[in-house]
């Protein structure tokens, strides 16, 4: 007995039966086996696409949800980097001062 390539399926040769209708069946069964398994790989396809779907649809709502976060973080650096430099320029001037009045004070005391 002789089968195609891909399916398997009966090929008549000229020593056997002419039972076609066995022939016909198996090759029936076959093709709708075949056929069977491709439909449930096709749908478990399409389910794992939807559910990659899914995920990537979720993935860029938690992207944009950091993104929201780092740019507030951003502004609130700058808040404080600003605030720091303030700071700093109130120290130096309050630094410039104790050493004008120590100066002051070192003079009375020279008196």
């Known amino acids: 007995m002789q089968y195609t390539d891909n399916l398997k399926l009966d090929l008549v040769e000229g020593?056997?039966?002419?039972n076609l209708m066995d022939f016909y069946n198996h090759s029936m069964r076959l093709i709708d086996q075949?056929?069977?398994?491709?439909?449930?790989?096709y749908e478990t396809i399409v389910k794992q696409s939807s559910d990659t779907?899914?995920?990537v649809a979720q993935i860029e709502a938690t992207v944009a949800a950091l993104r929201t976060a780092v740019d507030s973080l951003a502004t609130q650096v700058a808040a404080l980097n600003s605030s720091v430099a303030a700071t700093?320029?109130?120290v130096q001037t309050n630094t410039d001062n104790i050493a004008e009045l120590d100066a002051r004070v070192k003079v009375l005391e020279a008196k």
């Not at 020593?15 to 002419?18: I, K, L, P, Y």
């Not at 075949?34 to 790989?41: G, I, K, P, S």
């Open 15 to 18: 020593t056997d039966n002419a």
């Open 34 to 41: 075949a056929y069977t398994r491709l439909t449930v790989d």
């Open 53 to 55: 779907a899914n995920l």
């Open 88 to 90: 700093g320029k109130k």
